[in-house]
């Protein structure tokens, strides 16, 4: 195991609500990383918060939004929910030192399923 | 811009049999490269990292990888597979200055047939 948690485990919401994922990172570790993974494909980068900022985004739209707490845990919060945002949400934490993330570590993931 | 191509969406193999799983990369910077393991309905173990030491990279659970610039590859290798080997494999590239943003391939499903 890997020491980082997300809740829900499962989330199931109709289109147009909001959501909130919820991620609580290793211990010692100061950045977290959240990424998409649809049903039979690869993780996609959404963004990272390092020191409670962004620190980096990928090709996702503003109503996917996040904040990182003091703790350095975080949440990934998406409005506006469409169906082809159905998937398995994976957070990822880091030790980042001088800006230079070492390896990543990944929680179990909350499946969300938008019907 | 960087970017990983798994050969193969699916590798079968018998038990006690090695294992290939093929990746190959593009990457603009010094890269690191990294193997992760996903088991069903599980999240993403890693398995090996490699980021510019040793070429020939060991991880958990008997896999290895060897890193080749020149064929800008990151092949995935076990001697012998077991069948709790069985789940999706991803080979990952981080470019060095990419802002810590991990590119994923497409994955590669092992099966192992006893």
């Known amino acids: 195991e890997t020491g980082v948690t997300q809740s829900p485990t499962h989330l199931i919401k109709t289109r147009g609500q909001q959501v909130t994922l919820r991620c609580s990172s290793q211990?010692?570790?100061?950045?977290v990383s959240w990424y998409q993974q649809a049903l039979g494909q690869g993780p996609q980068f959404i963004f990272q918060y390092y020191r409670e900022e962004e620190n980096g985004r990928g090709n996702f739209p503003p109503r996917f939004s996040g904040l990182q707490f003091p703790n350095y845990s975080s949440e990934l919060n998406v409005n506006a929910l469409e169906l082809d945002d159905s998937a398995l949400y994976l957070c990822?934490?880091?030790?980042?030192?001088?800006?230079?993330?070492?390896?990543?570590?990944f929680g179990p993931g909350t499946r969300l399923t938008v019907l | 811009a960087q970017s990983v191509t798994q050969l193969d969406s699916h590798v079968s193999v018998s038990e006690g049999t090695p294992v290939l799983l093929r990746c190959n990369y593009s990457s603009s910077y010094s890269p690191s490269l990294f193997w992760y393991v996903q088991h069903p309905n599980k999240g993403l173990q890693l398995l090996l990292k490699y980021t510019s030491a040793a070429t020939l990279v060991k991880g958990i659970n008997g896999f290895e990888a060897e890193f080749k610039k020149s064929e800008t590859s990151f092949h995935l290798t076990k001697p012998s597979a077991h069948m709790s080997d069985a789940a999706e494999y991803f080979c990952v590239v981080r470019e060095g200055n990419a802002g810590n943003m991990l590119t994923f391939g497409g994955g590669t499903r092992l099966m192992v047939k006893p």
């Open positions: 990822a934490s880091s030790l980042a030192v001088r800006g230079a993330t070492d390896t990543q570590y």
């Open positions: 211990s010692g570790h100061n950045t």
